[in-house]
């Protein structure tokens, strides 16, 4: 099993930032990709960004590109998604994801953290 632990949500105002990070431990030693979903509310789960875990390549919804960087931090396992530039449109609860193989089955998911944008 893998648990992974968000941070870093909170409100902030348009043309604002925020860092969220997630931190996965338990069966972590092969770890595939890491990544970021939103969810809006009334809205279906959307891709924002990933991380492959051995090359650190990185891909980024269009939603996301230029505005957020997705990277892998100095601690074993952890991820973190910087976020500039922040639009009411990117209010949505933030999901990590971790994905151990590619393969299903092997996903993973945190609870979840609430990112607000105010106008």
């Known amino acids: 099993q893998v648990q992974l632990v968000e941070s870093g949500g909170g409100l902030v105002q348009a043309g604002g930032s925020l860092r969220l990070s997630c931190a996965a431990s338990g069966r972590t030693f092969s770890m595939y990709t890491m990544g970021w979903f939103r969810q809006a509310p009334g809205k279906e789960r959307e891709f924002v960004a990933t991380?492959?875990?051995?090359?650190?390549?990185?891909y980024y919804a269009d939603s996301a590109k230029g505005r957020f960087t997705i990277s892998r931090g100095n601690t074993q396992n952890t991820v973190h998604l910087q976020m500039n530039s922040l639009s009411p449109e990117d209010t949505a609860v933030y999901y990590c994801?971790?994905?151990?193989?590619?393969?299903?089955?092997?996903?993973?998911w945190g609870q979840g953290t609430q990112v607000t944008v105010s106008s």
């Open positions: 991380i492959r875990w051995s090359s650190g390549s990185t």
């Open positions: 994801l971790a994905d151990l193989s590619g393969a299903a089955g092997t996903q993973y």
